[in-house]
């Protein structure tokens, strides 16, 4: 029978690679994480903002929030105090090209904080330079239109006739 003698040298590679083995174990064995699911795109629409009426100056403020899961083609927001006046759930309907786009379609009727009926609805363009409904870096110029001609009689209000309003702001906090 042969006899191997290793030297101190052999002895510390030894160990060495030893320890390195047992790194490499004790690394690779973690337990498996579930992967992160999709971001939500309505993320970007949501927040708090500070919102400055053109016609005026007045400085309000309005928020954007998340309502149910998300899904591919039936996600909604939930809108408080938008364009200072209205409260209301909409059905949000994703564009591929634009998510950062705040489409509130058209709603009809609608009732204002004072108790008043009105048609809302969306107006002008999202493309540049104008970038209506269009949340970008923070800021958000919001435009719409209102109408009460098909209730001001029944409402005893004044008749405003398509009137449209540009009301410029930006995100001051997020919402979750």
């Known amino acids: 029978m042969k006899t191997i003698i290793l030297s101190s040298h052999h002895i510390r590679v030894c160990f060495l690679l030893l320890g390195i083995l047992g790194l490499m174990c004790l690394f690779s064995c973690k337990d498996p994480q579930e992967p992160l699911p999709p971001p939500d795109p ?13 016609e005026n100056g007045e400085v309000y403020f309005m928020k954007v929030e998340k309502m149910d899961t998300l899904c591919n083609w039936c996600d909604s927001l939930r809108y408080t105090n938008y364009g200072d006046m209205f409260h209301f759930e909409n059905l949000r309907y994703p564009y591929l090209w634009w998510n950062n786009y705040l489409d509130i379609g058209i709603l009809s009727p609608i009732t204002d904080k004072y108790g008043r009926r009105w048609q809302l609805s969306r107006n ?51 919402v979750e």
């Open 42 to 54: 309505r993320d970007e629409l949501t927040g708090i903002f500070e919102m400055t009426k053109l």
């Open 124 to 174: 002008g363009s999202p493309y540049a330079p104008y970038n209506y409904n269009m949340i970008i870096n923070d800021s958000l110029t919001i435009r719409f239109q209102i109408s009460n001609v098909q209730y001001y009689l029944e409402d005893g209000v004044p008749r405003v006739f398509d009137s449209v309003i540009t009301h410029v702001g930006r995100r001051v906090a997020q």
